[in-house]
């Protein structure tokens, strides 16, 4: 394949970065995320009406969805994913290259981060635009139905600013005010609280958790290499995010139509059935799991990881089996005790502000005082310049976006 000239991709970031621009000040990014939390709530805009980002993002779910497959706007329709969690969403890098050493000292380059579990989104930017046209989403019929709406909306004062009569009335400026907004919103401290036990274990308080839990980390560190991918040190932010954000085909059970996940992009046979490796943070309220929801509990996924490759008769076929690693996961020994203990630290994993958001039955959670906001941090986040930068220089693969969904029975 071949690779874009650098020209090309430095006229795209640098189209990025006009159009994405951002809050200057700490005020202007603080009355964004406040927009931006209106917007997120607003049924307002799918077709028909009543849908908004919250109908599959449910704050009382880590910001995840309990269904399998989400539901759209128009009945009937369903996405071919399990909408995944908010929380630390903003966190996530943007899709590039990284290059690693082997033992062999052979040198190769891996995808990671990117928005979706395909990374078809190489930033939170472009992530937040797609479900506003998606026909299994929100189903906004254009840009311009859309930029109508905003300007009618109650908040559309604010969403304005000091935009000009001129500027108001273009509908690219007016979305893009939409998605700047609900960017900042998803930076906002109740989505990176890092409250859970585990982070006050990790940071020196050995009573943070239980002595099976305790047990649990062990097996998570060593005989499940579950660490390998869901790193429990800090990397590109000051604490730990429970992923590498990698690419790697587990060999999940289908559920509907097969998905090539990564490859279907990257266009790579060997990518085919790839996805973005989660953080485990608050994965004990985002069932059901793996990229399509396709199995139901923790401890199914921990069996799951431990014997899919003993038992492929009770985990049925899987969309692209030529891919499937069975170096890290497949035939992993556990013992029943050490997936009970593993599955007892994924409790660990959870933030206190969730489980207090849930027991008061409040709308979202509030993070501890003492989180960052997001000014003090904006240097931390990936979209911290606003723009896509250009790719590494190997290897050579085009990254077009994802089309729409379309229903095999429906015509867009």
Known sequence: MTKPPVAVLLLAATLSQASTKAAETPEQQAAAAAVGREIFQDTRFSNPVGQSCMSCHVPQSAFADSKALST?????????RNATSLMYAALIPNFSQEDILEETGEQIWVWQ?????????????EQVKRPFFDHAEMNVCSPADLAAKLRAAPYARRLRGDLSDEDWANDGNVNQRCYRALVEFLKEPMFRPFD???????????DALSEAEKRGLEIFKTKAKCADCHLLIPGAWPKPL???YGY???GAPSHGPKDPGLGGHTGVA???GRFRAPTLRNVSLTAPYLHNGS???????????NKRDEEPGRWGKTDFPETVNHEDSGKLGLTDQEIDDLVALMDAFTDRSLLEMRKANAPFPVAPSATPDSWKMRAYFPDWNHAVPPLPPLPARPYPPTPPYHSPNETP
Do not use: C, K, W
Request: aromatic share 10%; charged share 30%; no cysteine.
């Open 248 to 250: 790697d085909n587990l």
């Open 72 to 80: 759209g706007a128009v009945h009937g329709r369903e996405g071919r």
């Open 196 to 206: 859970a036990r585990i982070d006050d274990y990790l940071a020196g308080s050995p």
């Open 242 to 244: 429970l992923s590498d």
């Open 113 to 125: 981060g990117g928005l979706f579990q395909d990374g078809s989104s190489r930033t939170l930017y």
């Open 270 to 272: 060997e990518e085919m």
């Open 295 to 305: 199995i139901a509990t923790l401890r199914e996924v921990v069996e799951f990881y």
